[in-house]
């Protein structure tokens, strides 16, 4: 079945840690996404990427980082320069524009 | 500048319609679509309208579109318990900075047995 794949469900980071978020999607779609969602705050975007090795900030960069060496993938690296980290994380692929997005079920990242 | 606008929560009675409203900044929005987030999960598309029809209709949900005033509305006939959920509206601007899909914060519906 296509679709696309988050990974892990649940992840605690110790403060100081980076920790790789996984998003993988068989759909074969040019475009990826990653999201913050917090309550209250809807959906922020984090980063962003239409082709392979290329990837672009969205509203809310610093302190992560993330990579497109494949078009099936898109980790995303929270980095212990992001004071914030806790959050639920959503991954998201299009075909193109004008293309409706489809959602991984999200990563919870917890600092402890 | 590129904003989605919907109000955060609405309440109702089951068997009542929900109505959920939404407006956008860019005309140039090609689709228009609404996604339901239930607790813990990621989004799933519900329904999505082109922007040369002013409405849609599936089964319980009707969308309209005032491509005037930039309002995009969701309607639920016969609303259930399992439609307790985050609504998202979300424009397509050409050209925009987001990759072209801009989200709004999200509308809790809470449905009363």
């Known amino acids: 079945d296509g679709g696309i794949t988050q990974s892990p469900k649940y992840l605690f980071r110790k403060e100081g840690q980076n920790v790789t978020l996984s998003c993988e999607q068989n759909l074969n779609h040019d475009a990826m996404y990653w999201y913050r969602q917090d309550p209250g705050q809807g959906l922020r975007l984090i980063y962003y990427s239409q082709i392979v090795n290329d990837f672009q900030k969205g509203d809310i960069a610093e302190g992560y980082s993330v990579s497109r060496e494949k078009k099936e993938s898109f980790p995303l690296t929270v980095t212990s320069a992001q004071k914030n980290p806790t959050a639920f994380y959503l991954c998201?692929?299009?075909?193109?524009?004008?293309?409706?997005?489809?959602f991984g079920q999200g990563t919870r990242l917890t600092v402890v | 500048g590129e904003d989605v606008e919907q109000s955060l929560f609405l309440s109702v009675r089951e068997g009542d319609s929900s109505v959920i409203n939404c407006t956008y900044t860019?005309?140039?929005?090609?689709?228009l679509y609404w996604y339901k987030q239930e607790p813990g999960a990621g989004l799933q598309l519900l329904t999505y309208?082109?922007?040369?029809?002013d409405m849609k209709q599936d089964q319980r949900l009707t969308v309209l579109l005032n491509k005037k005033d930039k309002h995009l509305s969701l309607r639920i006939a016969d609303t259930q318990t399992g439609d307790s959920a985050i609504y998202f509206c979300a424009e397509t601007p050409r050209g925009g900075s987001q990759g072209n899909l801009i989200f709004g914060k999200g509308t809790k519906l809470s449905v009363k047995p």
């Open positions: 309208i082109f922007s040369n029809m």
């Open positions: 860019d005309s140039s929005s090609t689709y």
């Open positions: 998201a692929s299009r075909l193109q524009a004008d293309t409706e997005a489809f």
